[in-house]
């Protein structure tokens, strides 16, 4: 199941987003999901 979630980024992050998931072919909700997994996989190993 997912959930809707509203962020607010600033200009230079919210085009960072776009860019990447144009890149990477991808929505800018994929590339979120996966920033957070690596983020969290990163802190589970510390």
């Known amino acids: 199941m997912s959930?809707?979630?509203q962020v607010t980024?600033?200009?230079e992050m919210s085009d960072k987003l776009d860019q990447l998931a144009k890149h990477l072919g991808i929505s800018k909700s994929a590339v979120i999901s996966?920033?957070?997994?690596?983020?969290?996989k990163k802190h589970k190993e510390a």
Do not use: G, N
């Open 34 to 40: 996966l920033a957070l997994q690596d983020f969290e």
């Open 3 to 5: 959930k809707r979630l």
């Open 9 to 11: 980024l600033k200009d």
